[in-house]
């Protein structure tokens, strides 16, 4: 079992930014990607951002240039840079972790953009 915290969200105004961060525990080695996905409400839970165990990063077009995935192994972190923040970027972000066997995921942390 892995268990993902995220923390780090929180209202923001437009053009402003914010770190997500989401620690994870337990079988952590079994691990060989995280990411970040977002949902709103009625609305699919799509990626954001993604960066594999061997480094490799991808990002969902929308926040290309404006938002950093980087993980530190050493605390099994991944971190999730976002400026240029616009009031479309308002949604739950949900860390995940995923093993060859399945996925995990966090409990998600509110982004609040103002206009």
């Known amino acids: 079992q892995v268990q993902l915290v995220e923390s780090g969200g929180g209202l923001v105004q437009a053009g402003g930014s914010l770190r997500l961060s989401c620690a994870a525990s337990?079988?952590?080695?079994?691990?060989?990607?995280m990411g970040w996905y977002r949902q709103g409400p009625g609305k699919q839970r799509d990626l954001v951002a993604r960066?594999?165990?061997?480094?490799?990063?991808n990002y969902a077009d929308s926040v290309k240039g404006r938002f950093t995935i980087s993980k530190d192994n050493t605390v099994g972190t991944v971190y999730l840079q976002m400026n240029s923040l616009k009031p479309e970027d308002t949604d739950v972000y949900y860390c995940?972790?995923?093993?060859?066997?399945?996925?995990?995921w966090g409990r998600g942390t509110q982004v609040t953009v103002s206009g």
């Open positions: 337990g079988s952590i080695s079994r691990i060989n990607a």
């Open positions: 995940s972790a995923s093993s060859p066997a399945t996925t995990y």
């Open positions: 960066v594999t165990s061997g480094g490799s990063t």
